[in-house]
């Protein structure tokens, strides 16, 4: 008899992980869906229009004040590596 339980119990926990994973496929088939020209042309259209102080040589030089990841004042922020 302690067989039959055993398989019996895989048996409900294989049918648990199925339904599970059903569950998550029906999930992400209601998902919004775009078309890839679309999704590419908002990311274009964001980087030409954010501004990046990283690359300058799109968006030119970057006042200091107005770089957030300029130094503060004269003090150095480094990192140690131990």
């Known amino acids: 008899m302690k067989v039959k339980r055993t398989h ?17 496929l029906k999930e992400q088939l209601d998902m919004p869906r775009i078309p890839v020209s679309t999704a590419s042309e908002s990311l274009i259209g964001y980087c030409n229009t954010t501004h990046d102080p990283l690359v300058p040589s799109v968006w030119g030089e970057v006042d200091r004040q107005d770089d957030p990841f300029a130094p503060i004042g004269n003090k150095f922020l480094c990192c140690h590596i131990m």
């Open 8 to 24: 019996h119990h895989l048996s409900e926990s294989k049918l648990k992980r199925i339904n599970d994973y059903s569950q998550r």
